[in-house]
C-alpha cells in the first residue's frame, strides 16, 4: 500500500504541469463563447518548455464550426501565470473543417511568461483548395468542403514551444573571493594549502566548462557564422 502511495505522489511530481493556458472559442468576434480547452506546459532539464493540448471534448464543436464555416474562428487564450491578460489569435472556420478539427497551436513564451500564441489548422489538409467554378484559377470565396472531412467529435491538436531557457552563469564571484582569502592568508603567515590548482579550484571550474559547453550545444549556428567570415 505504501508503494502504491509513493508511486502516485511520484507520478503526480512529475507530470503536473507547470503552468497552463485556458483557451476558448467564438465564431461571432467574442458575443458569445465556448471552452476550447487547456494547453498543460512542462519545463524540461535545459529550461524550455513542451505542451501538450487537453480538449474540452465537446461533441457539437465541428457542428458549430460547418454552422458558421465562411466565419472567423478567434481564440483566446488567457495563462495562469498572467492573471488579468488576453492573447488572441485568429484563423477561418473552413479551415478547421478541412483540417478535420485539427488544432496546431505555436506557443511562444519568455520563461513562465507566455508571449504569444498563435492556431494554425493542419497545413497539409488546410490546402485543399476547392476551385470556383466560374474561375478555375481562383479558389472558392465560400467555404468548399471535401466529401471526407469530418465535422464530429471534439477538437484534437498539438502545441509547439518557442522558448530559449536561460543558463546558469558560473559564480566567479566565490572563485575571486576565494583567491584573495588564501592571499591574505598567507600574508599573515598562515598554513599553505599545497594542493594543486586543480584540486584547490575544481568546484568553480567546472560550472565555467559546463556553462561554455551547454553554450555551444545550444547556439551551434553562432560559431558556425563566425567559422565563414
Given at each position: ?21 485556458n483557451?476558448e472559442y467564438s465564431?461571432?468576434?467574442f458575443?458569445?463563447?465556448s471552452p ?12 524550455n518548455?513542451?505542451g501538450s493540448?487537453k480538449?474540452s471534448q465537446e461533441?457539437?464543436f465541428g ?11 478567434s481564440?483566446?487564450?488567457k495563462?495562469s501565470?498572467?492573471?488579468g ?7 477561418k472556420?473552413c479551415l478547421?473543417?478541412?483540417s ?8 511562444s ?7 504569444t500564441?498563435?492556431?494554425f489548422p ?9 476551385e ?9 470565396k465560400?467555404?468548399q468542403?471535401?466529401s471526407n ?8 491538436g ?8 536561460v543558463l ?9 573571493q ?11 603567515g598562515?598554513?599553505?594549502d599545497?594542493r594543486?590548482f586543480l584540486?584547490?579550484?575544481?568546484m ?10 551547454l553554450s555551444?550545444?545550444v547556439n551551434p ?9
Amino acid at each position: 500500500m505504501k508503494c502504491c502511495l509513493l508511486f502516485l505522489t511520484f507520478s503526480t511530481i512529475c507530470f503536473a504541469a507547470d503552468w497552463t493556458i485556458n483557451l476558448e472559442y467564438s465564431l461571432n468576434d467574442f458575443s458569445t463563447s465556448s471552452p476550447l480547452g487547456t494547453i498543460e506546459l512542462r519545463r524540461n532539464y535545459d529550461g524550455n518548455y513542451t505542451g501538450s493540448f487537453k480538449s474540452s471534448q465537446e461533441k457539437d464543436f465541428g457542428k458549430k464550426l460547418l454552422e458558421a464555416k465562411d466565419q472567423t474562428y478567434s481564440v483566446r487564450a488567457k495563462s495562469s501565470t498572467q492573471p488579468g491578460q488576453e492573447f488572441l489569435t485568429t484563423s477561418k472556420a473552413c479551415l478547421l473543417l478541412r483540417s478535420n478539427l485539427f488544432h496546431l497551436f505555436w506557443v511562444s513564451t519568455n520563461g513562465q511568461q507566455l508571449q504569444t500564441i498563435t492556431v494554425f489548422p493542419d497545413p497539409v489538409a488546410s490546402q485543399n483548395q476547392i476551385e470556383d467554378p466560374e474561375n478555375p484559377q481562383a479558389p472558392s470565396k465560400t467555404c468548399q468542403l471535401p466529401s471526407n472531412h469530418v465535422t464530429s467529435g471534439a477538437p484534437s491538436g498539438t502545441v509547439t514551444v518557442s522558448t530559449r531557457g536561460v543558463l546558469p552563469t558560473p559564480d566567479t564571484a566565490s572563485f575571486v573571493q576565494r583567491i584573495e582569502q588564501e592571499k591574505r592568508a598567507k600574508q599573515h603567515g598562515a598554513d599553505a594549502d599545497n594542493r594543486s590548482f586543480l584540486a584547490k579550484y575544481w568546484m568553480y571550474i567546472l560550472p565555467v566548462v559546463l556553462f561554455a559547453f551547454l553554450s555551444n550545444a545550444v547556439n551551434p549556428e553562432n560559431q558556425e557564422g563566425g567559422g565563414q567570415q
